[in-house]
């Protein structure tokens, strides 16, 4: 990829420490659960596929995330992060594109295909990906040598696509000084997250099911 230029997206790959997290490493056996896309280094612009609210798994989607949530449990989540050169075209596109998808309500977390990842092995969902599928869909554009389908990519498999790239690995607070919050992250359950999430179960298992089991849904 091009290297003369003086613009950066980073890859930030996370331990944290939810009981989802700490689930996803178990049963899959991984060192980092979660990875996301910074437009700066001081991660004021963090994108990742991934919860809304804490307690809507099932409404997870394309958001602008925020130190305080990488915090829960624990005040030392350990991160590697990735500095990777760009150029203008590239850096627009990467822009654009995290808007467009964050716009577009249509685009969801690929839960069931991390659920049932140790067994399937993953799969591709109409409109859906999850952390590290959206972070290998950005690294293809930018000429990264991706060898496998997007879904097989989980975060520890970032890690030797960007070896070459990496610039930090250590405790979050001791990257950034930032301390930024979520307007939305830490609501209470509710009876309207309670129908959306309903809404998104059934979306999804229309989408899922079918290609689980080799046919082809209608989009939705």
């Not at 409109?127 to 975060?155: G, Q, T």
């Not at 359950?189 to 309903?198: I, K, W």
Request: glycine share 2%.
């Amino acid at each position: 990829m091009t290297q003369t230029t003086d613009q950066f997206i980073y890859v930030i790959l996370s331990r944290t420490q939810t009981g989802f997290a700490r689930t996803l490493r178990r049963v899959g056996r991984m060192k980092y659960n979660h990875s996301a896309i910074a437009l700066d280094k001081d991660l004021k612009e963090l994108y990742s596929f991934a919860r809304s609210e804490q307690f809507g798994y099932l409404t997870a989607r394309l958001v602008h995330e925020t130190t305080d949530r990488y915090l829960v449990n624990a005040d030392d989540i350990q991160i590697r992060a990735y500095k990777i050169p760009v150029t203008r075209e590239q850096h627009d596109w990467v822009c654009r594109t995290i808007h467009e998808i964050k716009d577009d309500p249509k685009f969801m977390y690929n839960l069931l295909s991390v659920l049932t990842y140790p067994l399937l092995g993953g799969f591709s969902t109409y409109k859906a990906f999850s952390c590290s599928e959206f972070v290998a869909y950005v690294l293809e554009y930018l000429d990264f040598p991706i060898r496998k389908p997007l879904y097989k990519y989980r975060p520890d498999d970032l890690q030797s696509l960007l070896a070459n790239y990496l610039c930090y690995d250590g405790n979050l607070l001791s990257f950034t000084s930032e301390r930024t919050k979520s307007d939305n992250y830490f609501r209470p359950f509710t009876m309207h997250l309670l129908n959306d999430s309903l809404v998104a179960a059934t979306v999804l298992l229309y989408r899922s099911l079918p290609v689980m089991f080799h046919t082809h849904p209608k989009s939705v």
